[in-house]
């Protein structure tokens, strides 16, 4: 029986900026970051939209509520080029994200 992923987010990882000093080794970030997809598997769905779903959880703490955000966007090789996929998402995310583009 494949092994249920749990729904957590390590402490570690919140939206409070840190200083560079107190960034956690490159490891333990892969590491949170393995556990948040795995976890981002069990989220609430949100909208939906052709290309993409998005997935959401929040995070209740004795200060403040945290949202957490997954999309996945599913294309076909023969319909984007990685060209444009890049200038989607690796160069002005958060406009095209604002405009609701899916790439």
């Not at 509520?65 to 080029?81: G, H, K, M, N």
């Amino acid at each position: 029986m494949a092994e249920v992923p749990q729904q957590v987010i390590p402490r570690t990882l919140s939206l409070d900026p840190v200083s560079l000093s107190k960034l956690p080794s490159m490891e333990f970030l892969l590491d949170a970051g393995r556990s948040v997809l795995e976890a981002s598997l069990l989220w609430k769905k949100g909208r939906s939209s052709p290309n993409a779903e998005v997935f959401h959880h929040r995070r209740d703490n004795t200060r403040k509520s945290e949202t957490w955000l997954c999309r996945v966007s599913q294309f076909r090789t023969e319909d984007v080029r990685f060209e444009a996929l890049w200038e989607r998402l690796g160069r002005n995310k958060l406009e095209n994200e604002k405009r609701g583009d899916q790439g």
